[in-house]
């Protein structure tokens, strides 16, 4: 150790792989154990030293602990319902090593019913007050759109009431179901309800049997778009900048949109001096970017281009997956090695139907 080292201390080294932290974690267990066993100032004993170690690995990680028992403290790593940032939680506790004393989950798991009751300001959420239905479209058939009744909806404290709902559904079904079964979530009052509601507690065997039927009519369902039509368009933004779009217009007339829910959207900013559109230099990276993704995500391993808009300085490439995890990865990886020469972010969200691509489609 050098002399400064001895005067500063030496600098913990940066965690960049899961080894890092769990390495980094078994060193300080015994501290974080006692604390929470103890309840003795957790934030500060626990989550401040937690936090930053878990942000030098990678942004999106959340976390939860309490004593899973009289001797085991339980440690909840969670994605907070953020589809992109699943994956790693996932893989994270994979990695983790056995610690005695200590239990390691991924994701908020589903808790009993009896005991699924959240208090949030003034208002309770819980089996005595919250049915549901469900809205069914001919056009959409496996869509699932869920109708949450609230008996003590009052229309003045909805983000109060929307927040108490979805964390009722993240104890009751688990953060991962939470999130990918239901496409659509609507909260009413019972004066509101146009059907006859169903009891909460029948929801997740409601949401099992949808999902059972749908591995059942998809499950291997795959597509190959060498042969596919791919259509260009324009059209003119508010602020008179035009856009181009390239679409394959073959895909958006397939019939098993269903199969591949998930819709990768890349973003990609870039200086567009020329009305919005990139020189020919970023024009070269920008494809040399977009062949990256395509050489990862394959058609006929469930990774569909759908094509790509370009306006107003951006690039927009877009993707209908049939998981989420693996996009997520490839899209992380791309965004470290094109660090500091492409601005890009990437967001992946549920569209069952591909609705959000129907301004392509001809009437």
């Excluded at 007050?129 to 699932?144: A, C, G, T, V, W």
């Excluded at 104890?171 to 990918?180: D, F, H, K, S």
């Amino acid at each position: 150790m050098g002399l400064l080292d001895k005067i500063f201390g030496k600098k913990e080294e940066q965690i960049q792989t899961y080894e890092d932290f769990w390495n980094w974690f078994r060193a300080n267990e015994m501290t974080f154990y006692k604390s929470v066993r103890k309840g003795d100032n957790i934030e500060k004993k626990f989550f401040n030293k937690l936090s930053p170690k878990l942000g030098e690995l990678k942004e999106g990680f959340f976390y939860l602990t309490g004593m899973y028992d009289d001797n085991v403290a339980e440690l909840i790593f969670t994605a907070d319902g953020v589809l992109k940032n699943i994956v790693f939680v996932e893989e994270l506790v994979s990695m983790a090593p056995m610690i005695p004393n200590w239990k390691f989950t991924a994701l908020k798991p589903a808790t009993s019913m009896g005991s699924n009751s959240i208090k949030m300001e003034d208002f309770t959420f819980s089996t005595e007050n919250l049915s549901f239905y469900s809205i069914e479209y001919k056009n959409y058939p496996d869509e699932i759109d869920i109708v949450i009744v609230y008996n003590d909806y009052k229309g003045k404290h909805i983000s109060t009431i929307t927040s108490g709902v979805y964390i009722f559904l993240d104890n009751y079904l688990g953060e991962l179901n939470a999130v990918t079964t239901i496409d659509n979530l609507t909260i009413i009052s019972k004066a509101q309800a146009e059907k006859e509601l169903i009891p909460i507690a029948k929801l997740k065997d409601y949401l099992i049997w949808r999902e059972k039927e749908f591995i059942e009519k998809y499950n291997g369902v795959r597509y190959n778009t060498e042969n596919d039509n791919y259509s260009g368009f324009e059209a003119i933004l508010d602020n008179g900048l035009p856009l181009l779009a390239i679409i394959n217009t073959t895909l958006l007339d397939w019939d098993s949109k269903a199969s591949h829910p998930w819709i990768l959207s890349v973003t990609v900013q870039f200086d567009g001096n020329n009305k919005g559109m990139p020189d020919d230099s970023t024009h070269e990276l920008l494809d040399r970017f977009e062949d990256e993704i395509l050489s990862e995500l394959k058609d006929f391993e469930g990774y569909l281009n759908i094509g790509r808009q370009t306006a107003d300085s951006k690039r927009i490439i877009y993707f209908a997956c049939k998981d989420f995890r693996k996009p997520s990865k490839v899209l992380h990886e791309l965004e470290k090695n094109y660090s500091g020469i492409l601005n890009l972010t990437h967001d992946i969200y549920k569209d069952k139907y591909w609705q959000s691509f129907e301004r392509f489609r001809s009437n």
